[in-house]
């Protein structure tokens, strides 16, 4: 496995990179971390590092415990709960859907919205990957947020008749959340995620603090050549993906998730309602599942459940070997190289056991 890891370590552009691996079934628990900081201090399995769209299984959860807890329904409507808010935010030629959006279509992204993330918005305005290096030392509110998407994108299509990855949606399912229990979502999530599960050295990105302190508040991430870590811009991510951890927290949170130590079995049910995201893919409740043998014949007939993110992060559970593997390599431009590298390792591992 290390020998694995540090193949793609030696990648052009990995400057710090983490991976856990965890199975009770093979016996297996071990961590490992490459790289430095720009001062050169050598980063640690205790050093915190960006999981971006992994923060969509947090946010996800959060919900189906509120759904648990009687609180909403997957399939209420969300003018029910933000109202006026949105008003205006779901438009196609002129027709209003905003009404029909429903809360199961922003967790499995069939609502037609546009990403104010990455998709391309109206004119010459940048999109907000782009606006991270216009304007780097802006703090976004979530409401800032969804104005950008009001005022730059038009709705794809209607909801839950097509799918389209969207980061707008999570930021209403965080307002959500705001708006049922009275409290900001890092505190939500701390509440009722970091603490009860002891994710000791997992926070929200430039809102709350770990519980335990760590070595160094975040490994630096790379954009190219360019280091964003400092970036007070990367508040555009939010109840997308803000969230700050390591390996073994990250391997922690999903184990409680899958094992229904956070939710209720049928919930769980419901959030693995897969749909097609793209060749091997498909895409359930804040949770993607791959099936490696049909990305290619070549491979194993395994799976893996649970998130990535654009840093190149990892977050996926192998429930044929039992393994949880946790991680990144913190190099948006080798976004794709995580899913190689667990294929290789998965299928090693298969062979071997």
Not at 159 to 175: A, C, K, N, Q, R
Not at 278 to 284: A, I, L, M, N, P
Not at 305 to 316: A, C, K, P, R, V
Request: glycine content about 8%.
């Amino acid at each position: 496995m290390k020998e694995v890891f540090h193949t793609y370590t030696q990648e052009e552009g990995v400057h710090n990179a983490f991976f856990q691996i965890e199975s009770a079934e093979l016996e297996i628990n071990e961590g490992f971390v490459f790289g430095a900081f720009k001062n050169g201090n050598k980063v640690t399995s205790n050093t915190p590092f960006y999981t971006a769209s992994i923060g969509k299984t947090f946010t996800a959860a959060a919900i189906a415990q509120l759904v648990d807890a009687g609180k909403l329904g997957f399939n209420d409507r969300v003018v029910d709960y933000l109202g006026d808010l949105i008003s205006g935010l779901h438009v196609i030629n002129e027709q209003d859907y905003t009404n029909e959006l429903k809360i199961h279509h922003l967790l499995n992204h069939t609502s037609g919205l546009a990403d104010y993330f990455e998709d391309r918005p109206k004119g010459d305005q940048p999109n907000m990957i782009q606006g991270l290096f216009v304007e780097p030392n802006r703090f976004w509110t979530p409401q800032e947020l969804l104005t950008f998407s009001k005022e730059n994108f038009s709705a794809l299509f209607k909801p839950g008749s097509g799918y389209h990855y969207t980061d707008t949606g999570y930021v209403l399912l965080g307002l959500i959340i705001e708006k049922i229990t009275g409290k900001k979502l890092h505190e939500y999530f701390e509440e009722s995620l970091f603490k009860p599960l002891s994710l000791e050295l997992t926070s929200m990105n430039l809102r709350s603090e770990p519980i335990q302190q760590p070595d160094f508040p975040l490994a630096e991430i790379y954009v190219g050549p360019t280091e964003i870590s400092h970036f007070k811009s990367l508040s555009t991510d939010w109840a997308g993906g803000a969230i700050r951890s390591t390996g073994k927290d990250l391997n922690a949170f999903l184990k409680a998730l899958l094992n229904g130590d956070l939710i209720k079995g049928i919930t769980l049910s419901q959030m693995q309602k897969w749909i097609p995201e793209s060749k091997g893919t498909y895409y359930g409740y804040g949770l993607r599942k791959w099936v490696l043998n049909e990305l290619s014949s070549e491979l194993p007939k395994l799976t893996i459940i649970g998130h990535s993110g654009l840093t190149g992060s990892f977050m996926y559970y192998c429930p044929e070997l039992d393994t949880y593997l946790s991680g990144t390599f913190n190099q948006t431009e080798l976004l794709q190289n995580h899913i190689v590298f667990i294929a290789e390792l998965l299928t090693k591992l298969k062979a071997n056991n």
